[in-house]
C-alpha cells in the first residue's frame, strides 16, 4: 500500500510565492514519475508539471516561467516551488505517484492554494 501525502497550501497575495510538498510512503522501490496536478471549481482537473525520476520535466503552458516541480529520489517526495501566483492558479493541488510506466498510480488527497488580495 502507498500513500501520497500533500502540504504547504494556503492563502497567499497575488504576485507572492507558496512552496508545495508531496512525500509517498510505504512499500516503493522507486517511483517512475510524480506530478502536479490542480481542480478548481467547476472546472476538470488539470495537469500543472511532471517530474521523472531521472528528472525530465513537463510543464503546462500556464505555468511555465513561474512554476519550478523538483524531486528528492531517497525521500520519494516531489516539490512544486510557485512564484508570481495569479487568482486563476486558486485551485486544490494535488500529487500523483506513478510507480511504473504501466502504473499503478496513487493520488494525494489534495491541498488547497487560494490566491487573492
Known amino acids: 500500500q502507498v500513500q501520497v501525502v500533500e502540504s504547504g497550501g494556503g492563502l497567499v497575495q497575488p504576485g507572492g510565492s507558496l512552496r508545495l510538498s508531496c512525500a509517498a510512503s510505504?512499500?516503493?522501490?522507486?517511483?517512475?514519475?510524480m506530478g502536479w496536478y490542480r481542480q478548481a471549481p467547476g472546472k476538470q482537473r488539470e495537469l500543472v508539471a511532471t517530474i521523472t525520476f531521472r528528472g525530465s520535466t513537463n510543464y503546462a503552458d500556464s505555468v511555465k516561467g513561474r512554476f519550478t516541480i523538483s524531486r528528492d529520489n531517497a525521500k520519494n517526495t516531489v516539490y512544486l516551488q510557485m512564484n508570481s501566483l495569479k487568482p486563476e492558479d486558486t485551485a486544490v493541488y494535488l500529487c500523483?505517484?506513478?510507480?511504473?510506466?504501466?502504473?499503478?498510480?496513487?493520488w494525494g488527497q489534495g491541498t488547497q492554494v487560494t490566491v487573492s488580495s
Open positions: 500523483d505517484a506513478l510507480i511504473t510506466t504501466y502504473g499503478p498510480d496513487y
Open positions: 510505504g512499500s516503493i522501490y522507486s517511483i517512475y514519475r
